[in-house]
């Protein structure tokens, strides 16, 4: 029997492969959990018992989530990364991870084959394709519900023929947790015009009272919330999101245009990555120059794109990771921000690298660092080349 590595989760979708690939087509079924955050012990252990059931051969939980954090959510953070300033690449980012450790684990046991349970019609198929064929270009590439062209329905009622008993209902909508995000796909996300309902949505919102939250970054990096210090900046993002995700923030439904062509929607809650962006954004325009935030904004643009696209081994985006890193030097401090039931608010920062210190001045009121005199001299300068190329061109009759 041919070894295949499958990436598993425990969802409608990969239940349905790890069945196939062992009843239908004959293979020793290795199912991989790559966990980049949000799954507690019990869940974990509960995808374990689903998965054993199955006849697969092995199951192994990969915890990725320090990983993750190092190699990928630590420059979305230093980038500000929201595609269409929206959404914080809850799902393509952690695919990128996933594919990767995938390939490898692959690798090490000599599997002939790795399997992934996306669609035909959206971005993950691209990237696990992607990762695996620059990784492990040898091994065979196997995707049921691709390749059966497969409705959710249609593989409710096959697991439901082979006696595989689970939340059905619960399937109705796609669910992806991990550290930097849930993405809810189904039902309302495949219209144009239609919300998600309150249950849909994996966090209920139980806080009403408005409460301030105050985070410290580090050169860029989340170390403390609330006065409390972490080492790990993971730790800090689980606490933001402990203290923020029950007054449901975070919640939107992203519009995109997919990899393939054609465009999708998908809903997500992020609490805590949209806090920690529009924080360190906040700090950003504190401690950096003018042409630092040009820079950094448009190379931060590309590399979201091209991240969430799946080119996350072309060397430019090692270049580019680089260069964010460099711009961190003097982004520390503390970001105030009060939180709302489904908003919240950025109240201010405190840095001893501040820019907007009034040793130098106090916007539009008065200045240390010039006289008046030296203001009309450098306006002169300043416009004089657009006043020259109006008196040159200007007509006749004026």
């Not at 439901?160 to 550290?179: D, L, P, Q, R, W």
């Not at 799946?310 to 401090?333: C, I, K, W």
């Amino acid at each position: 029997m041919k070894k295949v590595v499958l990436a598993y989760s425990g969802g409608l979708d990969t239940t349905f492969c790890a069945l196939h690939l062992t009843k239908d087509l004959g293979y020793e079924v290795h199912a991989v959990l790559v966990d980049t955050g949000g799954f507690s012990a019990e869940e974990l252990q509960e995808v374990e018992d689903r998965a054993k059931i199955l006849g697969i051969a092995s199951f192994t939980i990969l915890d990725v989530v320090d990983t993750y954090y190092r190699e990928v959510i630590k420059y979305l953070v230093f980038g500000n990364v929201l595609k269409n300033q929206t959404y914080p690449l809850s799902v393509s980012a952690e695919r990128i991870l996933q594919a990767k450790s995938l390939a490898e684990y692959a690798k090490s046991i000599g599997a002939k084959a790795v399997a992934h349970g996306s669609t035909g019609a959206g971005n993950d198929q691209v990237r696990f394709d992607m990762i695996f064929q620059t990784i492990v270009p040898d091994i065979e590439i196997i995707t049921p519900i691709r390749d059966l062209k497969l409705s959710r329905q249609e593989e409710i009622d096959y697991l439901k023929k082979h006696g595989v008993s689970m939340n059905f209902e619960k399937a109705t909508y796609s669910i992806n947790k991990g550290i930097w995000g849930t993405s809810v796909g189904g039902k309302e996300t495949l219209t144009s015009s239609e919300y998600l309902p309150e249950t849909a949505w994996p966090t209920q919102v139980t806080q009403s009272e408005p409460k301030e939250l105050v985070l410290n970054f580090v050169q860029g990096e989340l170390k403390g919330v609330n006065g409390e210090k972490y080492t790990n900046p993971v730790e800090a993002i689980l606490k933001v999101q402990e203290l923020a995700g029950p007054y449901g923030i975070g919640r939107d439904i992203h519009v995109g245009d997919t990899i393939i062509g054609i465009k999708g929607r998908v809903g997500f809650e992020a609490a805590s990555p949209l806090i920690i962006i529009k924080a360190h954004q906040l700090l950003e325009k504190h401690t950096l120059t003018k042409w630092q935030l040009f820079w950094k904004n448009q190379q931060a643009e590309f590399y979201g794109n091209h991240l969430h696209e799946g080119h996350y081994l072309d060397p430019v985006m090692r270049n580019l990771e680089a260069f964010m890193q460099s711009t961190q030097e003097f982004v520390s401090g503390e970001v105030r921000v009060m939180l709302y039931p489904y908003r919240f608010t950025l109240l201010g920062i405190r840095s001893s690298h501040d820019l907007m210190s009034n040793k130098f001045g106090s916007y539009g009121e008065m200045n240390k660092g010039y006289t008046g005199e030296d203001v009309k001299g450098f306006t002169r300068i300043l416009g004089n080349q657009t006043a020259i190329f109006h008196q040159v061109n200007q007509s006749d009759d004026a």
